[in-house]
């Protein structure tokens, strides 16, 4: 849940307030205390649980089974797009590919021989409907073990748009071959689109297979630092949710991986499963944080706020920060309550020395403080003076020739320490800062 809390700038209020208690501690031993409105700044700050996201990630994973041939970047290397990163050999789908090439060669040099009758044409564009049918599956099974949600969108749009081409191709088959058996037309318009459907599963099985083993070859989409092996799936929150930083993110799957103990870096030669992690790349460029903030103050956040971040594995370390983009749809705390993620892009930290701080990790846990709201050179009291009324409205005790007497007021920016008075009280006015609770209208107040 967020809170409100800490404001800021609140130096005139505060030495007010301290200075006042001090003196008015001896004066007052029945715990009432009296200071001055001032002129003031307040800042209204909500504090929200936060958590270091990267700009975007990748998982490169094992499009079909085999061995890591080659892998030809490090842990911790930087990376630009396109690079290829890892080869891996896969005899399955090499073969997959040469008998597509046979079958494709074979069916540009052959026409149809099925024979003459309709029931011929039937039977081979059953054959041949199946046979684009496998291939279609093996295709979006071998896209479905592409991690890169990116690519593997690709990979199935394409897969999609080859067999909408093939189904019109299959259709023109089957209408020419009713219009044969109706007696409406010849064969030949029948043979020549069952040839025409035969070379298109044929040449699209090849560019299918053809996929398969291109993507064999690992190419970064992103520019970023090389982790081998996959993503891990912390607890809470998931990677998946930390990687979604910034606008860009490529989300990770969170497959269960190796058990515990076992190195998730796949050795080179070692063996590949279709879909096995071979390495993830992680854009750290521009790092921000995922704050979690409650329903009751999202809407009080604005694009462009300024924030104030602290790291828990920071002790001492801030975190300049703006807010980038607050969600619409909401997310269910683990308590049951609605939040909604506010994205924060992070500047450099200092610690509190005034040195360097180091640089996030993604996954590291931190606490966002949202300014909100402020006002400068406004009319303040400490937030203890304000007191709620029956009616359900605000006031303060206002102290007039050593009396008390009861002011409605309108509170305007409200920090933890201080707030704001927009109506019903002025600069330089004695009020009851401690100890409203004990005074009654008209009561003498020293």
Do not use: N
Not at 373 to 392: I, K, L, N, Q
């Amino acid at each position: 849940m967020t809170a409100r809390s800490r404001p800021l700038a609140l130096l005139a209020a505060v030495l007010v307030t301290a200075g006042m208690t001090a003196a008015s501690c001896e004066e007052q031993p029945s715990g009432v205390d009296v200071g001055e409105v001032r002129l003031g700044a307040v800042a209204e700050i909500v504090d929200a649980p936060a958590t270091v996201t990267a700009r975007s990630a990748a998982t490169l994973t094992a499009a079909s089974a085999g061995t890591l041939k080659e892998l030809l970047v490090s842990a911790g290397d930087q990376v630009r797009p396109g690079q290829i990163v890892a080869v891996i050999d896969s005899p399955e789908a090499t073969a997959r590919l040469d008998a597509a090439a046979r079958t494709r060669d074979a069916a540009a040099q052959a026409g149809y021989s099925g024979g003459s009758s309709g029931s011929g044409l039937g039977t081979a564009q059953r054959e041949t409907d199946a046979a684009a049918a496998e291939s279609f599956r093996a295709a979006r099974a071998a896209a479905a073990q592409v991690a890169d949600a990116q690519v593997r969108a690709t990979l199935l749009h394409e897969v999609e748009a080859a067999k909408h081409r093939y189904d019109a191709a299959s259709a023109a088959v089957a209408a020419a071959t009713r219009a044969v058996q109706d007696g409406v037309a010849g064969l030949g318009s029948a043979v020549g689109a069952l040839a025409t459907a035969q070379r298109l599963q044929a040449d699209q099985a090849y560019d299918l297979a053809k996929g398969t083993v291109d993507a064999l070859t690992l190419r970064s989409p992103i520019a970023g630092v090389v982790q081998l092996g996959g993503a891990s799936a912390p607890s809470a929150p998931g990677l998946t949710d930390l990687l979604q930083g910034a606008a860009g993110a490529v989300e990770l799957p969170t497959g269960a991986g190796p058990p515990a103990g076992v190195d998730p870096a796949v050795p080179v030669g070692g063996y590949v499963g279709a879909g096995t992690a071979v390495l993830t790349v992680v854009d750290v460029s521009a790092p921000a944080v995922t704050a979690e903030v409650d329903e009751t103050d999202v809407l009080l956040v604005t694009e462009g706020a300024v924030a104030d971040v602290e790291l828990d594995a920071a002790a001492g370390a801030r975190y300049p920060g703006t807010v980038a983009s607050i969600d619409l749809l909401p997310t269910e705390s683990a308590r049951g309550g609605v939040s909604y993620r506010v994205r924060i892009t992070l500047a450099d930290g200092t610690l509190a020395d005034g040195g360097a701080a180091p640089m996030p990790r993604p996954g590291m846990s931190a606490v966002a403080h949202l300014r909100v709201r402020e006002a400068a050179d406004t009319v303040t009291v400490p937030a203890a003076a304000v007191f709620s009324t029956e009616s359900g409205g605000e006031a303060v005790w206002v102290v007039d020739g050593g009396r008390a007497e009861r002011v409605d007021v309108s509170v305007g920016v409200q920090g933890q320490d201080a707030v704001q008075i927009v109506r019903g009280l002025r600069a330089g006015q004695t009020i009851v800062v401690r100890g409203t609770d004990r005074v009654t209208d008209g009561q003498r107040v020293p």
